[in-house]
C-alpha cells in the first residue's frame, strides 16, 4: 500500500467481490437479467471483478463513462439516464463499436433519434414508478404509444422495454418498507407489460436499486436488475437496512491536522470535496456526514467508532469525538461515507485496492 497523505478512497477486494458474488446469486436464483449500474465505481479493474462472475452486460449514467468501459471491452452497455440529445454525435459513434441502449421519455428525443441513428440501438422507455424525478407515469398509455409508434418505423431502433428507478427505497428503512414500496409498483409494471407484450414478445422490465435488489427475495414480473451502490454501500445504506456493517467495501482515510478538547472535536483534511454533503441522521436526529473508526495502517475497523462528521467545508471536516477517544495531529482516521457513489466519484485520482 502506498503512504496515505491526504484523503483517500481505500476499496477492499475481497468484500467488493463478496457483494458481487452474492448479488449474482439472487439474480440467477430469480432467473434474473444482471446488469449492474458500474457509476458507483467507474472502475476497470472493479468491472473486472465483475466479468470473473460471467458479466457481460453493464450499465452506466453517462456518454462518456459508456466510451470509459466500451474502451475497455464491455460490449453492452445500457445508458440508464434521459438520452441527452446534444451528446447525438458522440452516441451515434459509440453505437458504431458496440450494443448501446438508450433511454427516452418524449416523443421529441423519439424523433431526434429516429432521424440520426444508423446503428442496431436499443430504447427503452423510462417509467416514474413513484419516485418522480423523472420518466413517464405507468398509467399514461397515450404518451407510451405515441413515443414507441415514433421509434416505430426505424429498424435501427429496438424497443427493449420498460425501465424504473425506485429511487423512493433510499428514504425508507427495512424490509417491510422496502416491500410496501414495491408491491404497487410490481403491480403497474406487470401491467404495462401485459398492455404491449402481444407486439413485442421481447420486451423486458428492468429495475434498479440497491435496497430493493438487496432485501427483496422475489420481483414478480421483473426481468432485468441494475442495482450498483451494493458493490461497495455505504453508511446510508446500512442505516436503510440494506447492509451489514461489515459489508461495506470503502473508507475514506483522512489526516487529522487540528485537535479543538474544549468542543472534544478534530479537524480532518476531509471535506465536500472529497466526501460531498450527503448525509443521514443519527437516532437523537443528528446530522452525519461519515462516520469515523480506527484505522491500523493496514485495516479499518467498525467495531471501533472514533465519532461522526458534524461538519463539512470545502477541505475541512469537523469530527465529533466519542467519549474517552483521543486523537493528535498527522494520525489518519478511516470514515465510512455516507454515500460511496459520491465519494468514489470525487476520489478517482486518490483511490487504493486493499
Known amino acids: 500500500m502506498k503512504a496515505i497523505n491526504r484523503p483517500t478512497l481505500l476499496i477492499n477486494k475481497n ?98 433519434l429516429f432521424e440520426n441513428i444508423r446503428n442496431k440501438t436499443g430504447i427503452f422507455l423510462k417509467i416514474d414508478s413513484g419516485y418522480h424525478r423523472t420518466g413517464i407515469e405507468p398509467e399514461n398509455l397515450t404518451l407510451i404509444r405515441a413515443i414507441m409508434d ?33 408491491q404497487p409498483v410490481f403491480r403497474s409494471l406487470q401491467k404495462l407489460k401485459s398492455e404491449f407484450k402481444s407486439m413485442y414478445q421481447d420486451l423486458i422490465i428492468s429495475v434498479g436499486d440497491t435496497p430493493g435488489c438487496s432485501l427483496l427475495d422475489e420481483f414478480p414480473g421483473v426481468d432485468e436488475i441494475r442495482p450498483g451502490n451494493f458493490v461497495f454501500y455505504d453508511l446510508m445504506q446500512f442505516h436503510i437496512g440494506s447492509c451489514e456493517m461489515k459489508d461495506i467495501a470503502v473508507a475514506v482515510i483522512c489526516p487529522v491536522v487540528a485537535i479543538h478538547k474544549s468542543r472534544q ?60 477517544i483521543s486523537l493528535h495531529p498527522g494520525q489518519l482516521v478511516a470514515i465510512i461515507p455516507v454515500h460511496s457513489c459520491l465519494a468514489a466519484d470525487l476520489l478517482k485520482m486518490d483511490q487504493q485496492i486493499i
Open 15 to 112: 468484500i467488493c467481490q463478496s457483494n458481487i458474488s452474492k448479488m449474482a446469486e439472487k439474480a440467477k436464483r430469480n432467473n434474473l437479467i444482471f446488469r449492474p449500474h458500474f457509476k458507483t465505481h467507474q472502475s476497470s479493474e472493479v468491472g473486472e471483478w465483475f466479468r470473473q462472475e460471467g458479466i457481460d452486460l453493464i450499465t452506466v449514467s453517462s456518454v462518456g463513462m459508456a466510451r470509459f468501459f466500451a474502451g475497455h471491452g464491455w460490449k453492452n452497455i445500457t445508458i440508464a439516464f434521459p438520452c441527452n440529445i446534444l451528446e447525438i454525435d458522440d452516441i451515434i459513434e459509440l453505437g458504431s463499436t458496440i450494443r448501446l441502449n438508450l433511454l427516452i421519455e418524449s416523443v421529441e428525443v423519439a424523433g431526434i
Open 150 to 182: 415514433r421509434i416505430s418505423n426505424n429498424s435501427k431502433l429496438q424497443f427493449c422495454g420498460f425501465l424504473t428507478h425506485t429511487g423512493q427505497t433510499y428514504h425508507a428503512q427495512g424490509v417491510e418498507e422496502i416491500k410496501g414500496i414495491f
Open 265 to 324: 472535536e478534530a479537524v480532518i483534511y476531509g471535506g465536500a470535496v472529497h466526501l460531498s454533503k450527503e448525509y443521514c441522521r443519527s437516532a437523537d436526529n443528528s446530522i452525519i456526514y461519515g462516520m469515523a473508526v480506527e484505522w491500523d495502517g493496514k485495516h479499518w475497523n467498525t467495531d471501533k467508532t472514533l465519532g461522526y462528521l458534524s461538519s463539512l467545508s470545502q477541505e475541512h471536516g469537523i469530527l465529533k469525538l466519542n467519549e474517552g
